[in-house]
């Protein structure tokens, strides 16, 4: 039986990526996608099962949502007991969530019509958000961030904040929305939706807003560091571990359900 002919299957899983070397295999480094098809290999007792993300994640970046697809050699008759097993071979850092078949050509990455990312900054050392949340010892005026922020929802050219050799076509993106507010815990929290994110795009655009924050870009500043479209014009990329990719959405999955 062809590969293309084996049912398809949807996976939702979440990650804490601290120490793993982002989502994709790595020839020399442990990946998240790695160790979940080794798992899935096992369960499913195929030689190798292949998995397709829904997008890339960086060395040291989490996700809350996360979805990938795979062939199946012959229908999983047990879903809740496949995902049951496989989160048993998985570590602490990596958890399936839903397991369902779809429609042949659906497509994890290709499919996905909005994507959104939080970043998260703290204040005050606290061992507890190591890795999770990036340590800022500095004042910020937020609502100078939020002006510039706005300038960021648009349909245009971000080649301002993408990081060299990402291989796509084209650096055209569709921003949403983009936003910072503060949550329950104290921290800030930068929240980004657009239908696609190019290479390092968010750690960028966020480490150009603290530079609003602290004073040293103003909101005009801003708007002209879009329009040169060269990344030297935008400020430093922050750390990975304030990211989190939290939102995935295909026309085909209404409340994590998909809907042929």
Known sequence: MEEALWPRYFIQLSYDGSHFHGWQRQPNALSVQEVLESAL???LRQEKVITTGCGRTDTGVHATEFYAHFNAMKAIEDVAEVVFR?????PK?????EIFQVGDKCHSRFDATERGYHYFLHFEKNPFLHQRSMFYPFGLDMDRMNQAARLLVRKGDFSSFCKSGGGQKTNICDVRKAEWSVNEKGQWVFHIVADRFLRNMVR???GTLIEVGRGKLNVTQMQEIIDLQERGAAGDSVYACGLYLTQVSYPYIKEGEYVQ
Do not use: E, M, T
């Open 204 to 206: 960028a655009v966020v």
């Open 86 to 90: 496989v989160n048993q071979l998985l």
């Open 93 to 97: 850092s990596i958890a399936v969530h």
């Open 41 to 43: 290999s096992k369960i």
